[in-house]
């Protein structure tokens, strides 16, 4: 059930809103329902609730404290220290719709619910385009979004853009690593990125063993078109031989339309991501501050019955480590 606070305000129960209340709210709640199951926002960043006015996001370094000891040998000690650390702010967003008198006393049924339907689809879409702002900002390789107005942090936690081809290590004990190609999709782009990933070093220098199951590519027909022949092919979609495609069935796509106005036209952007990882060190993470809160007011100056929303919420970026991106112009080329 979509998580919305619902609250009145005086004089709502005792006028003619009165009987409108229940259907409006069950409404409301039917339709978030729907829009959540279909966000890709959802499927993407590593969401969380939050009970301060911001979240800051760490980690550690690893240990390398196991090694070969001769008999009755000490035991070595494992060093370790915070890893680089990135702090959120909530931003609050707000809208409202009014019912007038007159739509209940005509019993304008459409109406009533025309009102609602047009509120939620904007809050979602907004929650959508938020975050597709987010992701289009990082493929572009930039430091920042852009979203109404309002500039927030695009980097990782490292500093750099969370597409990047120089991301440092906070002990020096790798040098720099990329996560922004520039192949365009194919099945040996695809391979070859996979293994960039999977051959990702912590801060100390270790392989951490990511491993990539989502790709995540904007609504864009070419695109598409590449991504299933290969993945939806069993065997080698390059050639007219049998070898065997062994990216076939291993990927969870997601296809994102609000992506498109995001990214740099005429590009064909593509996206790795690990889900897991992206869950247990938060690569994309979202909290939810304060879900969409609705409050349900009589406007002393027309009469009408106004619905207020408002919700508080933060996305960015941690750890690069989680995606990768391909069809980058300026980025590092996989061979």
Known sequence: MAGIIFSEGSGVNDSVFGKCQTP?????????????????????????????????????????????????????????????????????????????????????????????????????????????????????????????????????????????????????????????????????????????????????????????????????AELKADVFATIGADKDPDTANNGFNFTFGRWRVIIWAYLNQFVKAGTLPWILASSQYNEDYGGAVWFDRVPLSIKSVIDDDTDDNVWKGRARLSAGFHDWRAFAVGGAEDGTTLV
């Open 24 to 220: 409006v709210k069950m409404f409301i709640e039917k339709k978030a329902e729907a829009y959540e199951n279909a966000s890709a926002v959802d499927k993407i960043f590593s969401k969380s609730k939050s009970n301060h006015f911001g979240e800051t996001i760490t980690s550690m370094t690893s240990m390398n404290g196991f090694a070969p000891v001769a008999e009755g040998g000490a035991y070595p000690k494992a060093d370790m220290q915070e890893s680089y650390k990135k702090t959120l702010v909530h931003t609050t967003f707000k809208s409202s719709f009014a019912i007038t008198q007159e739509m209940v006393e005509d019993a304008k049924t459409m109406d009533l619910r025309k009102r609602p339907a047009a509120f939620l689809a904007d809050y979602y879409r907004m929650r959508e385009r938020f975050g597709a702002c987010m992701i289009g900002a990082a493929v572009g390789g930039a430091k920042q979004a852009q979203f109404g107005g309002k500039l927030f942090d695009a980097t990782s936690a490292d500093g750099v853009a969370m597409f990047s081809t120089e991301h440092p290590s906070i002990t020096n004990g790798t040098g720099v690593q990329s996560n922004r190609f520039t192949n365009a999709f194919s099945n040996d782009s695809l391979a070859r990125a996979e293994a960039a990933m999977q051959n990702a070093k912590d801060d100390n220098g270790n392989i951490l063993a990511v491993i990539p199951d989502t790709i995540i590519i904007p609504n864009i």
